[in-house]
């Protein structure tokens, strides 16, 4: 028996050996499989990085193909989802939909508890895909306006702006939304990956794994930082009030959403990506008002920060809310859309989990009353 320690949050605690994702927080790298995070954005897409996530390597054309066309053969909605999309509390968040959803899904399908260590096609590609056309239907019909039916010509994440907008992105808008779902499908264990891999560790489905890992990221110390960041860019209004805005923060003691990170001490890579994505379509769509003021941002929180000898950069959510602003997506769909993508990571680690499970069972240090005698009702 290990000895017993005790980390709050299991801060710095190993609870898992995994071959899926690596971070270099120093260096400010990120791998999937041993794949660059840029080599991955350059190179790939959401399908293929879903398929390297799910089998561990990489698919050669055929094996693409045959994965490609399954995934988008698996976009459209059954009327009853399409129904409870519909239906759903109109004032209920997209995430408790989402989680409803996907627990609706599993009995949909009839899915019956598959501890499978290998990716059962059929169930887990249900749940990725699926995900997207109901994001982008509750959008709709939150603006009283029609399903659009799913094409299959489109990647998956031009397809979600098709079926939210009902018109075709153009091809940058659509890779930048196809790459935004690669940059967040995986990230090693944070709060929603562990909770997939508890779930899953009691040999439970992997619809309830997902459900609870939806669950998970709805909470704002985990998804939402980006849905923050672009109040703070709307709040400051225009780049002339930034600097300010962001030296009252700092004074206040109040946090910039958007700048630093746990893991990195560098800048994080992703952000690298989204900064290039949110300058290129700021200059294409003639509209660099969001951009403007988050340099000026960073800079001054930088400046600021590096006067304490304190080096924070930017992470992940700094830029990506401004970038999806550009491509239409209201605020509330942020971290939906980071479900849409995280899925893939979420069913890697839980089919990881799988193959050399062992039940979470941690212990909590005991710090309550001592023993002691029972009091009757009268005496109480
Ligand atoms: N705004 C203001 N101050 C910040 C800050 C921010 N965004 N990020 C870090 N700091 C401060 C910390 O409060 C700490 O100050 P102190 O030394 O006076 O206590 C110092 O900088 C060092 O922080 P560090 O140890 O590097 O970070 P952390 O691990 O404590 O916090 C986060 C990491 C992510 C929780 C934190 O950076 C944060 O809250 N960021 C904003 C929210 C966000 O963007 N979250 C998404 C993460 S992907």
Same mark, same amino acid.
């Given at each position: 028996?290990?000895?017993?320690?005790?980390?709050?949050?299991? @801060?710095?605690?190993?609870?898992?050996?995994?071959?899926?994702?690596?971070?270099?927080?120093?260096?400010?790298?990120?791998? %999937?499989?041993?794949?660059?995070?840029?080599?991955?954005?350059?190179?790939?897409?959401?399908? @293929?990085?879903? %398929?390297?996530?799910?089998?561990?390597?990489?698919?050669?054309?055929?094996?693409?193909?045959?994965? =490609?066309?399954?995934m988008?053969? =698996?976009?459209?909605l059954?009327p +009853?989802?399409?129904?409870?999309?519909?239906?759903?509390?109109?004032?209920?968040?997209?995430?408790?939909?989402?989680?409803?959803?996907?627990?609706?899904?599993?009995? %949909?399908?009839?899915?019956?508890?598959?501890? #499978?260590?290998?990716?059962?096609?059929?169930?887990? *590609?249900h749940?990725?895909?699926? *995900?997207? =056309?109901?994001?982008?239907?509750?959008?709709?019909?939150?603006? #009283?306006k029609?399903?659009?039916?799913?094409?299959?010509?489109?990647?998956?994440?031009?397809?979600?702006?098709?079926?939210m /907008?009902?018109?075709?992105?153009?091809?940058?808008?659509?890779?930048?939304?196809?790459?935004?779902?690669?940059?967040?499908?995986?990230?090693?264990?944070?709060?929603?990956?562990?909770?997939? /891999?508890?779930?899953?560790s009691?040999?439970?489905?992997?619809?309830?794994?997902?459900?609870?890992?939806?669950?998970?990221?709805?909470?704002?110390?985990?998804?939402?930082?980006?849905?923050?960041?672009?109040?703070?860019? @709307? &709040?400051?209004?225009?780049?002339?009030?930034?600097?300010?805005?962001?030296?009252?923060?700092l004074?206040?003691?109040? !946090?910039?959403?958007?700048?630093?990170?746990?893991?990195?001490?560098?800048?994080?890579?992703?952000?690298?990506?989204?900064?290039?994505?949110?300058? &290129?379509?700021?200059?294409? !769509?003639?509209?660099? /008002?969001?951009?403007?003021?988050?340099?000026?941002?960073? !800079?001054?929180?930088?400046?600021?920060? +590096?006067?304490?000898?304190?080096?924070? %950069?930017?992470?992940?959510?700094?830029?990506?809310?401004?970038?999806?602003?550009?491509l239409?997506?209201? !605020?509330?769909?942020?971290?939906?859309?980071?479900?849409?993508?995280?899925?893939?990571?979420?069913l890697?680690?839980?089919?990881?989990?799988?193959r050399?499970?062992? *039940?979470?069972?941690?212990?909590?240090?005991?710090?309550?009353?001592q023993?002691? @005698?029972?009091?009757?009702?009268?005496?109480?």
């Open positions: 028996m290990a000895e017993t320690t005790y980390a709050k949050g299991l @801060e710095g605690v190993v609870a898992a050996e995994s071959e899926i994702c690596r971070i270099d927080g120093e260096q400010g790298k990120l791998y %999937y499989l041993g794949y660059s995070i840029e080599d991955l954005a350059r190179y790939s897409d959401f399908e @293929e990085t879903t %398929y390297l996530l799910l089998y561990g390597r990489l698919p050669n054309r055929d094996e693409m193909e045959i994965f =490609s066309k399954r988008r053969a =698996s976009r459209d059954a +009853e989802i399409l129904d409870m999309v519909r239906n759903f509390p109109k004032d209920a968040h997209p995430m408790e939909l989402l989680q409803s959803v996907i627990s609706y899904l599993s009995g %949909y399908i009839q899915h019956r508890i598959q501890h #499978s260590a290998t990716c059962n096609c059929r169930d887990t *590609l749940q990725v895909v699926q *995900l997207a =056309s109901v994001v982008a239907a509750w959008q709709r019909f939150r603006e #009283s029609d399903y659009i039916q799913p094409r299959q010509d489109l990647s998956h994440g031009a397809n979600f702006l098709y079926m /907008r009902g018109q075709e992105p153009d091809e940058y808008e659509g890779k930048v939304m196809d790459t935004c779902l690669v940059l967040h499908a995986e990230h090693g264990f944070n709060a929603s990956t562990f909770t997939a /891999r508890v779930v899953a009691t040999l439970s489905t992997c619809y309830s794994s997902i459900s609870a890992a939806i669950g998970s990221l709805y909470g704002s110390l985990h998804g939402g930082a980006n849905e923050k960041a672009m109040a703070m860019v @709307e &709040e400051i209004g225009s780049k002339d009030r930034a600097a300010d805005w962001v030296n009252r923060a004074d206040n003691k109040q !946090k910039v959403m958007g700048m630093g990170h746990r893991v990195y001490k560098a800048k994080d890579p992703r952000a690298i990506i989204m900064e290039e994505f949110l300058a &290129e379509l700021s200059k294409r !769509k003639a509209d660099t /008002r969001s951009y403007d003021i988050l340099k000026i941002v960073e !800079k001054t929180f930088r400046d600021r920060m +590096e006067e304490k000898g304190k080096p924070i %950069y930017p992470n992940v959510d700094f830029f990506s809310g401004a970038v999806y602003d550009l239409g997506i209201p !605020k509330i769909l942020f971290t939906p859309i980071f479900a849409v993508s995280r899925v893939s990571g979420w890697a680690h839980i089919l990881e989990q799988r050399d499970n062992r *039940l979470y069972r941690p212990k909590s240090l005991y710090v309550g009353t023993p002691r @005698e029972w009091v009757t009702m009268e005496k109480r």
